[in-house]
């Protein structure tokens, strides 16, 4: 387990990534360039499968960019690191599942973090906001993703306006999967990384680029590249043994053995 400002813990093929930066887990540079290290070992690591992302406490996920590092002279458009604010939002070919267990106030870069993730489970108690408006700047990432994610005008509600949300009303919109008591929170994000660990790693390799490639482009367009496998993920698994492996599995009823290749 690392430690710093960020903790890590690995199970198999489950990593845990948890924001530890006390009051308020608010990210700084140094803490992103960190985050993208580590996000860019877990996507090159083929020993991994699955992560987490959480924090430490039981107040606050995360808020997002750190003002007070940034009113102290650290840069807003300085380095963030290998892949952008948090680590993941603009790591290329990040083909791995992750899911974010929301344990508290997930507001501005924290909520664009989170929506960096592939699904997010939030406690009872969970709230979310993009309070920039506020702040007299833009929430670029999230204006970018959440008016893709959840209806145009509820995105642009929260956007304009910076309210907050509860998780009940991120379960209705839908960027949250589930919600659970809080002592429940991180046994329900470890069952489906186990879930997700025990699936077949190259078909969730492609579903993932499949999905980055059809958010801007044509249907009909996305899907000449699959049935052409000129999709890189797509290619390597239809001519992988996990193919084989698992039509084998189907026609002798047994569960498949995935070996990622």
């Given at each position: 387990?690392?430690?710093?400002?960020?903790r890590?813990?690995?199970?198999?093929?489950?990593?845990?990534?948890?924001?530890?930066?006390?009051?308020?887990?608010?990210?700084?540079?140094?803490?992103?360039?960190?985050?993208?290290?580590?996000?860019?070992?877990?996507r090159?690591?083929?020993?991994?499968?699955?992560?987490?992302?959480?924090?430490?406490?039981?107040?606050?996920?995360?808020?997002?960019?750190?003002?007070?590092?940034?009113?102290?002279?650290?840069?807003?458009?300085?380095?963030y690191?290998?892949?952008?604010?948090g680590?993941?939002?603009?790591?290329?070919?990040?083909n791995?599942?992750?899911?974010?267990a929301?344990?508290?106030?997930?507001?501005?870069?924290?909520?664009?973090?989170?929506?960096?993730?592939?699904?997010?489970?939030?406690?009872?108690?969970?709230t979310?906001?993009?309070?920039?408006?506020?702040?007299?700047?833009?929430?670029?990432?999230?204006?970018i993703k959440?008016?893709?994610?959840?209806?145009?005008?509820?995105?642009?509600?929260?956007?304009?306006?910076?309210?907050?949300?509860?998780?009940?009303?991120?379960?209705?919109?839908?960027?949250?999967?589930?919600?659970?008591?809080?002592?429940?929170?991180?046994?329900?994000?470890?069952?489906?990384?186990?879930?997700?660990?025990?699936?077949?790693?190259?078909?969730?390799?492609?579903?993932?680029?499949?999905?980055?490639?059809?958010?801007?482009?044509?249907?009909?367009?996305?899907?000449?590249?699959?049935?052409?496998?000129?999709?890189?993920?797509?290619?390597?698994?239809?001519?992988?043994e996990?193919?084989?492996?698992g039509?084998?599995?189907?026609?002798?009823?047994?569960?498949?053995?995935?070996?990622?290749?």
């Amino acid at each position: 387990m690392s430690e710093g400002p960020i903790r890590t813990r690995r199970e198999g093929g489950i990593l845990e990534v948890t924001i530890d930066r006390p009051k308020a887990n608010a990210i700084d540079l140094v803490t992103s360039r960190i985050m993208g290290k580590i996000f860019q070992d877990f996507r090159d690591d083929d020993s991994l499968r699955v992560a987490i992302l959480t924090a430490a406490g039981e107040k606050f996920f995360c808020p997002g960019w750190d003002l007070k590092a940034a009113a102290a002279g650290d840069a807003v458009d300085g380095d963030y690191g290998v892949g952008g604010f948090g680590g993941m939002q603009e790591l290329r070919d990040l083909n791995k599942p992750i899911i974010s267990a929301i344990n508290g106030i997930c507001c501005g870069g924290g909520f664009e973090i989170a929506l960096s993730t592939d699904m997010i489970l939030a406690a009872e108690h969970a709230t979310f906001a993009l309070p920039e408006i506020r702040s007299g700047t833009v929430a670029d990432a999230a204006s970018i993703k959440l008016p893709k994610r959840i209806p145009y005008h509820v995105a642009m509600d929260m956007l304009l306006t910076g309210r907050w949300l509860d998780a009940q009303e991120g379960h209705r919109w839908g960027f949250v999967n589930e919600i659970l008591p809080a002592d429940k929170l991180m046994d329900r994000a470890w069952e489906l990384a186990r879930l997700l660990e025990s699936g077949p790693p190259l078909v969730y390799a492609a579903i993932k680029e499949v999905v980055r490639e059809a958010e801007g482009a044509k249907f009909q367009d996305t899907m000449n590249k699959i049935t052409k496998r000129q999709l890189r993920t797509v290619d390597i698994l239809y001519g992988s043994e996990d193919q084989l492996e698992g039509a084998r599995a189907f026609a002798e009823k047994r569960d498949p053995v995935w070996k990622g290749k």
